[in-house]
């Protein structure tokens, strides 16, 4: 029989909760046990004990047999594994242990594709959320998921080890299919083949590009290969070419007029393929493709020192005493608001465990928030340009295009940083410096107001939060942040930057009505941005509701009498009830907001359930149609909120392949499912519509969207009324103290 330390966290949540945990089984080696059902109405806690007991020893029986070198392995917790959190994202020596074990288990050419914490199901850390209190950590055993590519074959495997017993738990097949994100060292192998090959190296040289250190590919993932069955069961890259005229110049004033379909696995280039320059379809015509030489460039080296402005003075940010924030390790502690930070290849940052110390009562908020995926779709139809969209989560990982940031450039003032590990595809642990910063920053005015009587003025500025990391994906550049205000706000804004993806185009023609010209023969095509959170609600406990909250005018003054002058309107309230239900759109003519209510938790004034608002971005819609082969990847996007049960392993809107699957299809299974005082998962779609100008090029000024979190009637007063005024270290006394700082 295996530890029985692997009992110890069903017990606990018994304990806690009064509920019994439900009994799964392991799937090892395509071996699945099932288990019998058990009732969640059978109070018996004897028959419950010897269910688990069995599932125990069956799955230590199929450990056994499938994984004899664990068997005999040392397993003995490494004493640094009790100091870690349940949550905090894989250490240098948990990634090489798990790819050493998972290289012993079955050898192969393998590519590590992705290793990441498999975090515990949440049943097992939600009591200790709820209670505000640190988790049974040492009970609850620490493992990682990999996902493991064969390169002969191009299939694809998950592995889940267990770190405490260094075994194999499970090792099953991805689905059919399915590509998995394409790694850091693919992405510049495929410039590595495209260099190499002869017919594009003869084709560079025609363009004036003999020299091929000058001359770089965009990677690209193939996002439709519907009409090229030769394409299928590849692992392809789309390389667009660029050339420079010296080394540092902006290769993305040089655009070339084809593209490179490169093998990964096989590592050749496959196809060459036209890019139309023309206002039509036709790729095959080359008059007047000339790639132009005139350079375009934003470096600060290479402009001409005069080009500088010369009457800019600094603004500079210092705070005495140092920061108002504490750091414990991944946990951070701000202005009653706690933490803690995450952090994985495919989303990059996460929050977990988000609450608030409202008067020395800590009130729960939030279980998990992340961004769990991004889709940029182009809109220039004349093939290959119709393949031109990516899933930045799914296909990529924004995680593993994130910088080290920069201190008092990135983010300025009293800074932490936290560093992360992520892996090559060889399996071995690499350092991330400076991948999340933390920093206080001026939020501008917290509130204000002035008698018109006597001029008597109370104002109190703001202090907030700053919870940043940056990703670089492909051309374009990402800054993510959360900010925490102490009215207790929370926003989420994205900077987009960067450089656009451009075009050539043949002399004296046009973009073909789908693009932008942003420098000479330069097209910068139309585009769309999209962002998809995942926020996992527990705003004053786990049984939550979300309600529709609408602005909507009066009835007509002929009707009923009820408004006589026709100037009402009142705000509509409509309660989410079922999955199918919980698919709604943005609605900005309705001044439409979602609000995270918890039935159990009523407010003493308004005798109604308290609630977290989400304001929305004035998102516009995907533009594709719905008609389109291409749609159903991203059909998630169909509706900006959806609402759904909370179940595990439901983590990405698109599916964790984004093979057609993730929300559509969990709704459609059951859209009468409840969502109503249930543990629920709230995803909301945000994003712009990209029109180029000639001022986003060479690089592109900040562009910023976001959406917004704040209380709604979940306290008794404004919770930002404790703040001091600037400059004040205390209050004076009398019933006017909080207005005695005036006329400064």
């Not at 420079?244 to 060459?272: G, M, S, T, W």
């Not at 920061?323 to 502690?333: A, F, L, R, V």
Request: proline share 8%; aromatic share 12%.
């Amino acid at each position: 029989m295996g530890s029985i330390l692997e009992l110890k966290p069903y017990f606990k949540f018994i304990q806690d909760s009064g509920k019994y945990p439900p009994v799964t089984s392991y799937r090892m080696s395509h071996v699945s046990h099932k288990l019998p059902s058990y009732s969640a109405s059978h109070k018996d806690f004897f028959h419950y004990l010897m269910l688990l007991v069995f599932s125990h020893l069956v799955n230590s029986r199929l450990r056994r047999d499938l994984t004899p070198w664990a068997r005999t392995s040392n397993r003995k917790p490494n004493p640094n594994q009790l100091l870690l959190h349940p949550l905090d994202p894989l250490t240098e020596d948990e990634i090489n242990t798990t790819s050493a074990i998972i290289r012993h288990f079955r050898r192969g050419n393998w590519i590590f594709n992705y290793i990441t914490l498999k975090e515990p199901e949440k049943y097992l850390l939600l009591p200790s959320f709820l209670q505000d209190r640190p988790p049974e950590s040492s009970l609850i055993p620490r493992k990682s998921f990999t996902i493991l590519l064969d390169r002969a074959t191009n299939h694809a495997y998950e592995v889940t080890v267990n770190l405490y017993t260094k075994q194999v738990e499970a090792w099953d097949d991805a689905p059919d299919g399915v590509t998995p994100t394409l790694t850091p060292e693919e992405l510049l192998l495929s410039e590595r083949i495209m260099r190499a090959d002869v017919g594009v190296q003869e084709r560079c040289r025609q363009l004036g590009w003999g020299n091929m250190s000058l001359v770089f590919g965009d990677p690209w993932s193939m996002g439709y290969i519907g009409d090229r069955p030769e394409f299928h069961g590849r692992r392809l890259i789309m390389s667009y070419l660029y050339g420079r005229n010296f080394d540092n110049d902006c290769q993305y004033a040089h655009p070339f007029d084809f593209i490179a379909i490169v093998d990964i696995l096989q590592e050749k280039v496959i196809a060459i393929e036209e890019l139309p320059t023309h206002g039509d379809f036709d790729a095959r015509n080359k008059q007047g493709n000339r790639v132009p030489r005139e350079t375009s460039n934003y470096e600060p080296q290479l402009q001409h020192p005069e080009s500088f402005r010369k009457d800019l003075k600094p603004v500079t940010v210092s705070q005495r005493g140092g920061p108002s924030y504490i750091i414990k390790g991944n946990e951070i502690s701000w202005q009653k608001f706690k933490m803690r930070i995450g952090f994985n290849g495919r989303e990059g940052m996460t929050l977990h465990n988000v609450n608030y110390n409202d008067g020395g009562r800590v009130r729960p908020l939030f279980y998990r928030m992340s961004l769990a995926e991004m889709f940029v779709p182009y809109g220039d139809p004349r093939p290959p340009y119709h393949r031109k969209h990516v899933f930045d989560g799914g296909q990529y990982g924004i995680g593993f295009g994130t910088n080290s940031l920069t201190p008092q450039l990135d983010c300025i003032g009293e800074v932490h940083m936290f560093d992360f590990f992520l892996h090559n595809q060889k399996g071995e642990a690499q350092k991330l410096k400076r991948a999340v910063c933390v920093h206080e920053e001026d939020g501008g005015i917290l509130w204000k107001h002035t008698d018109f009587r006597n001029g008597r003025s109370s104002i109190t500025r703001s202090q907030r939060l700053a919870v940043t990391f940056m990703a670089t994906v492909g051309n374009y550049d990402y800054i993510y942040t959360w900010h925490f205000h102490q009215d207790g706000t929370i926003k989420f804004t994205i900077g987009l930057t960067g450089i656009l993806s451009v075009h050539l185009i043949a002399e004296y023609d046009s973009t073909a009505g789908h693009g932008s010209i942003v420098f000479p023969r330069i097209n910068a095509p139309f585009h769309q941005h999209f962002f998809a959170l995942r926020i996992d609600p527990e705003v004053d406990g786990n049984m939550n509701t979300v309600v529709v909250s609408d602005m909507v005018p009066g009835s007509s003054p002929e009707l009923f009498g009820k408004n006589p002058y026709g100037q009402a309107f009142h705000s509509r309230k409509i309660p989410l009830r079922t999955a199918g239900e919980g698919r709604t759109q943005v609605a900005p003519e309705l001044s439409r907001s979602w609000l995270i209510s918890n039935q159990n938790s009523l407010h003493p004034y308004t005798h109604q359930p308290v609630a977290w608002k989400f304001e929305p971005w004035a998102s516009p819609p995907m533009l594709m149609s719905k008609e389109s082969p291409i749609h159903p990847m991203a059909e998630f996007l169909d509706y900006n909120t959806w609402v759904t049960p909370y179940k595990e392993g439901q983590m990405f809107p698109g599916g964790f392949y984004l093979n057609n699957s993730g929300l559509p299809e969990w709704v459609r299974e059951d859209e009468g499912a409840s969502i109503e005082n249930r543990d629920v998962v709230f995803w909301h779609n945000f994003g712009i519509s990209h029109v180029p100008r000639v001022e986003d090029f060479p690089v592109m000024p900040v562009v910023e969207c976001g959406v917004v979190l704040k209380p709604y009637n979940f306290f008794k007063e404004n919770p930002a009324l404790d703040v001091l005024p600037p400059g004040k270290s205390e209050y004076g006394g009398g019933l006017d103290a909080r207005n005695m700082w005036s006329k400064y």
